[in-house]
């Protein structure tokens, strides 16, 4: 049988040893050129291939779906066909491009095939509702040492439901996207009243979301062993944080303003299909979570998950190692959370993780946390130091899954923090 | 000059002397017919009239506008339209159905009205982000004196912004939809491990809403003069809540399951024109707020609030009397709060106010504040008591504000309680 995740795979299309996108990868995004209006696509290598010019081409006729879904600037209706189609493209895709495969005429491959360097990367999907979790028992217990009481950092309770709470949609946008610092309330130390600046504060967070494929009705609940099959794939997250807007804000009713002024994702949806290989068992849950959080098997991945940060006129450092297999919340557990209560859910709908950190000091995935509270120097290559985030300088995330030679990558999210407006 | 909004305005459709739509509202909503598509729509009295048969037979020619907006399940394209279009369809409306024009004849009545009892009323906007606000000082009053310390009450950042939060969009319905009693996590008193469990402290808010009616930049600011031009009406809103799974999931992230199950509109969208007769000034603000959020004039509405509860098989009881007015932060400071650190927005975001409580016992907007915790009993017209929401209650709001003979309604939100699933 054809096993697209054999790392024995290989495409007729060039495929650099490091690359992000090997055959066995087959993301999915949106582009667009100077002459065309955005399509859906994939990528294979340094080559991004339209699906829409697939289909035309008829490569697709095998596959029961409408295909006008890949006229799209959006992968919303693509990815609501299910997994029975979506799946089916991506093997059919894996076959087509495979280096047994003949390579396609050079008519075709000038209508289908395009330089990833010669189109530009759109938002991939239209976010309905955007939840963000905080399902690193490490990252909440940083956060609490910090903030809280050291003895008991974690709330009582975080080890029996995933925490989380609904986001901003509107602000999500694709990596390669500027943002400006925020401005806002903050109450320096010492002083009474709050005074308004730009954030002092700016922060990232590293977190990946998940990204669900289907509705549900009001009323209805997703079990936590279906759960899977609502999410679609992973998309690697930015969560940036104005920790002093924030910390003034958020007591009673949570994060507001420190968070909403701009979330970075990366240009590419990695489906659960492609990371199967890299299943590992999450953290075990001590107390035993509520029957309808109980899961069993491989629920977590084994991603790595890099952060570095580039001055202006530098070079980057490399800040942050984590990986995503640290989280003790399940994507699974997660919707089954959400919808426990009747919540509804929508194709396009983003659920981010919370900020994934690791235990060793080197893993924590935010600024806050390297820098203990602004405590300790986070240093970077060049000589410079930083405790949270300068004007122009870059965040770049990385996000991989690596398997012997086959390295099932998200593409990067970059995002350069521009002085407040 | 004509003045839709003076009292010696008449219809020639009959308005009964207590219809919320006299012609001095002309509300927005969508509705459809078994024989007809979703199409936008106004009413007075019992009747409702359809903006694209209007359009069709040329009584908007004169109105540059693409009057495909109307042909629409939703009214967010009409909205984008912007005011110095949606003004001029009021008021053209207000014209072709003033008593002193002549009837429709007979063949066109027949395709543009409709017996409002003949048809189903829609969910009137695709929401795209929900905020949800905590602008009530006798609501955060009440609930921190309960909660905290009494002599204590609100939190340092109350009366320097409006504490909001970010909502679920997809759990927002329409009027008349059912709503199942939540199951979730709670912590009863006196046990150490939550249960799982139907909430048994189901609640009501009641709270009204404003709809943005176009989109901002990321990075760009409304200031807080400008504000109203991107605000199209109000909308009468139901925000139900589960207190018992809100109490133990909201720390430190804000409410989550205890909210998103389901919150419940009116059908119609009542325009910021329809209720300039009744501004009002709002509470002083002291400590004085920072400059970005300085109003001046009359930035509050007078609108009557009322909340019924109708047990099954029984008559409803008002067991809440509040008002608009009381608010301590206005709408126009909301937005600009809302967009102060970049954040944008989109045409059909909500933005509610949180519960509108008043200073008197029988005008607190929840039944926590009612039952004061859950201490107190609240007594219906036949003789039954609730302290929250029972299974099959219905939950009834009413708005209006009313000006000698002429009565702006906004139509009922009703919402029935069924038992969990």
């Given at each position: 049988m054809f096993e697209i995740n054999s790392p024995l795979n290989n495409s007729w299309i060039p495929v650099a040893?490091?690359?992000?996108?090997?055959?066995?990868n087959i993301p999915f995004g949106v582009f667009k050129t100077q002459r065309s209006e955005p399509r859906c696509c994939t990528r294979i290598g340094d080559t991004i291939i339209d699906l829409a010019a697939l289909a035309e081409n008829g490569?697709?006729?095998?596959?029961?779906?409408?295909?006008?879904?890949?006229?799209?600037?959006?992968?919303n209706d693509f990815m609501s066909c299910g997994k029975s189609v979506t799946s089916k493209v991506r093997e059919q895709i894996a076959l087509l491009f495979n280096s047994q495969n003949p390579e396609f005429p050079n008519q075709q491959k000038s209508e289908i095939l395009y330089p990833a360097d010669e189109v530009l990367m759109l938002m991939p999907i239209t976010v309905g509702d955007y939840t963000d979790f905080y399902s690193s028992i490490e990252h909440a217990t940083n956060v609490g040492k910090m903030f809280r009481d050291?003895?008991?950092?974690?709330?009582?309770n975080w080890k029996h439901l995933p925490v989380g709470y609904h986001g901003r949609s509107s602000s999500i946008v694709v990596s390669g996207t500027d943002i400006h610092r925020p401005k806002g309330q903050i109450l320096p130390a010492g002083v009474e009243n709050p005074i308004f600046s730009p954030s002092r504060l700016m922060d990232f967070e590293l977190e990946m979301a998940f990204i669900t494929n289907r509705s549900t009705e009001l009323g209805d609940s997703i079990p936590v062993e279906n759960a899977e099959e609502y999410i679609f794939g992973f998309t690697l997250f930015n969560d940036l944080s104005a920790r002093d807007i924030q910390k003034w804000e958020y007591v009673p009713l949570g994060p507001f303003l420190g968070k909403n002024f701009g979330s970075v994702i990366s240009p590419w949806i990695i489906t659960l299909e492609a990371l199967e290989p890299f299943r590992v068992e999450g953290p075990v849950q001590v107390p035993e979570v509520l029957p309808y959080l109980k899961t069993t098997g491989k629920r977590n991945f084994d991603i790595n998950l890099e952060v570095y940060l580039q001055p202006e006129d530098s070079s980057p450092s490399l800040i942050c190692q984590s990986n995503?297999?640290?989280?003790?919340?399940n994507i699974a557990q997660q919707l089954a959370h959400q919808t426990i209560n009747g919540c509804n859910i929508n194709s396009g709908d983003m659920y981010a993780s919370g900020t994934i950190s690791?235990?060793?000091?080197?893993?924590?995935?935010?600024m806050l946390e390297l820098s203990w509270g602004g405590k300790k120097d986070i240093h970077l290559a060049d000589g410079q130091t930083r405790k949270f985030i300068q004007d122009n300088d870059t965040i770049i995330m990385k996000a991989y899954a690596q398997n012997g030679s086959v390295r099932i990558g998200f593409g990067d999210v970059i995002t350069k923090i521009l002085p407040a407006k």
């Open positions: 040893v490091d690359s992000d996108f090997p055959i066995q490569y697709f006729d095998d596959i029961e779906m409408d295909s006008s879904v890949f006229y799209s600037s959006t992968l050291p003895e008991n950092a974690l709330l009582p995503h297999k640290y989280l003790y919340w690791g235990p060793t000091e080197n893993s924590f995935g935010s």
